[in-house]
C-alpha cells in the first residue's frame, strides 16, 4: 500500500552532483522520520542520512558529511537528497525509507522502492 518512489539518479564524474527525489504514497508522510540508504555491488545496503519529521535534525554517515544535504517538502510528500563533490565510492543504488528508531536506524518501517542507480565515474 505505501509506495515509495525514488528518482534522480545517474551518471555523474567525480566532484560532480546529483539531487535524488523520494515521492511517497499511501500514508501520512509528514509524521515520518525519513532517510536514504544505499547498497553497493557486493555490499550489504547502509544507512547514508535522515531528517526528523518537520526537518528539526538530520543527520548523515560520517563518509558523506559536508557533501550531502538531506531536506522535505511535506506539503509535496517527497524527500530529497542533494550530494555534491561525488565521489566514485558513493555509486550504489540509492533507496529512501522510514528508519524505526534512531535517525541512523538500518532498520525501516516501508516495503523497499527499486531505488535509483547512482554512478561516479570519469
Known amino acids: 500500500q505505501v509506495q515509495l518512489v525514488e528518482s534522480g539518479g545517474g551518471l555523474v564524474q567525480p566532484g560532480g552532483s546529483l539531487r535524488l527525489s523520494c515521492a511517497t504514497s499511501?500514508?501520512?508522510?509528514?509524521?515520518?522520520?525519513m532517510g536514504w540508504y544505499r547498497q553497493a555491488p557486493g555490499k550489504q545496503r547502509e544507512w547514508v542520512a535522515a531528517?526528523?519529521?518537520?526537518?528539526?535534525?538530520?543527520d548523515y554517515r560520517d563518509s558523506v558529511k559536508g557533501r550531502f544535504t538531506i531536506s522535505r517538502d511535506n506539503a509535496k510528500n517527497i524527500l530529497y537528497l542533494q550530494m555534491n563533490s561525488l565521489k566514485p565510492e558513493d555509486t550504489a543504488v540509492y533507496y529512501c525509507n522510514a528508519p524505526t528508531g534512531s535517525l541512523s536506524s538500518e532498520n525501516v518501517v516501508f516495503r523497499w522502492g527499486q531505488g535509483t542507480q547512482v554512478t561516479v565515474s570519469s
Open positions: 531528517i526528523t519529521s518537520s526537518g528539526e535534525v538530520t
Open positions: 499511501g500514508t501520512i508522510f509528514s509524521i515520518y522520520t
